[in-house]
């Protein structure tokens, strides 16, 4: 289990069984965080990766989270996982309404995110344009290593009470990646002639 | 590949048959709409043809030509082992009058492509079945792949959220930034100019 770590908790040593003092809403607050109960609203391509996520390699069960539950009654945590076009607004839209407070919405991947490509009349570019959103996961589709910084994400937002959006930053840069990757293309180019002219004294 | 094909059309249909060719070895030949049904009818009927697999059906749109849209079948024969393009031309510069007769009688997997290409195209097939809206819901105004349908434009079902309401710039390029993630897209160029 987790531990209780606001600054606002005592815990004391020392007698035979130990206990701590809290406010009522930070135990609320650590109980939920570990046992948040999914629905996921799997559209598109980024379920595969929801699947390895949910699966044994990943396995969010170790975060508590591995009860999914396919009634948005029962359910505090909506993954939106893929593509959401705007003729399923409205079945998205309903199943958020029909969760019970308080509830949780992850953005998993560009698409939910942002619209990510889908730049046109097909798709609504962001679920956050008709429902509350908490977490953005970016990624097309994000590895299951930034879900889990995203679900690290929400369940420090569940402690804090805080519900201002959070984005998912990405471990590396891939606009870096892509010049580092230029770069040594042109240095092996560079290389590559200069070898030749190396050699050709040889031949 | 055959010329069998186009030889039997051409000289079953005569005139109606408005052009023909076998580029890289597709067989393809423009009919004149209103034999569009009959040439589909013989097609599937005539034993030497005996064209039994209906393959693909679609519109194009042409806006700078008269008639402004193309209708394209493909069909396969599996018997014979060869396959045939026919087309046909319909629809004025607004896009009205695109009337073809349905072949969903004849090939019954036409029928969902016939409404695919009447939602997204506007061509009316008359004589089909059901002819709804089959990816597009039935709010939506327009056809969504003519020339003229702006490319950003969308139809939304709910109403989106305002900014107030969001506490936050709903209208976003990807949240991560210009330079990170997908650099493509129109907004994201947008942006950039701006
Ligand atoms: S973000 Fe990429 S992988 Fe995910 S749903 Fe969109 S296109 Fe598919």
């Known amino acids: ?203 | 590949m055959s010329k069998l094909v186009l030889d039997k059309l051409k000289e079953k249909f005569g005139s109606d048959v408005l052009e023909t060719h076998d580029q890289f070895g597709d067989d393809t030949a423009v009919v004149a709409p209103r034999a569009w049904k009959a040439a589909c009818e013989f097609l599937r009927s005539d034993p030497a043809l005996d064209f039994n697999l209906f393959v693909d059906l679609c519109g194009v749109d042409y806006p700078e030509r008269s008639p402004r849209f193309e209708v394209v079948l493909h069909v396969y024969s599996v018997s014979k082992r060869h396959r045939i393009r026919l087309k046909a031309r319909v629809g004025d510069a607004e896009g009205d009058e695109a009337e073809l007769d349905s072949v969903a009688s004849v090939w019954i997997g036409a029928n969902w492509f016939e409404r695919e290409t009447f939602d997204m195209m506007g061509v009316v097939f008359k004589g089909h079945p059901d002819l709804r809206r089959i990816l597009m819901y039935p709010e939506f105004e327009g056809h969504p792949l003519r020339r003229d349908y702006p490319a950003q434009k969308t139809q939304p079902l709910v109403a989106y959220r305002t900014e107030e309401e969001a506490g936050l710039a709903v209208d976003k390029v990807a949240p991560f930034g210009l330079d990170e993630g997908m650099s493509f897209g129109r907004r994201i160029l947008q942006a950039k100019d701006n």
């Open chain 1, 1 to 203: 289990m987790g531990e209780l770590t606001s600054a606002r908790q005592v815990t004391l040593e020392g007698s035979e069984s130990g206990f701590a003092t809290t406010k009522l809403e930070d135990l609320l607050g650590w109980a939920r965080k570990y046992s948040l109960f999914n629905y996921p609203f799997v559209t598109a391509c980024c379920g595969m990766e929801f699947m390895a996520v949910s699966s044994p390699r990943y396995d969010f069960a170790r975060f508590g989270a591995e009860a999914p539950r396919f009634s948005p009654r029962q359910s505090d945590l909506l993954w939106v996982v893929g593509t959401i076009s705007q003729r399923q607004a409205p079945v998205l839209r309903r199943v958020y309404e029909q969760m019970m407070d308080p509830k949780w919405v992850m953005a998993f991947g560009t698409c939910a995110s942002s619209g990510g490509f889908y730049d046109n009349y097909t798709t609504v570019a962001g679920i956050d344009k008709i429902i509350p959103c908490d977490i953005y996961v970016p990624g097309c589709p994000p590895r299951p290593e930034a879900v889990f910084d995203g679900l690290m994400l929400i369940q420090d937002k569940i402690t804090s009470g805080n519900r201002t959006p959070a984005i998912v930053k990405p471990r590396n840069d891939p606009a870096t990646a892509l010049v580092k990757l230029r770069a040594s293309a042109e240095g092996a180019v560079l290389e590559g002639k200069r070898g030749r002219r190396d050699e050709e004294p040889g031949r």
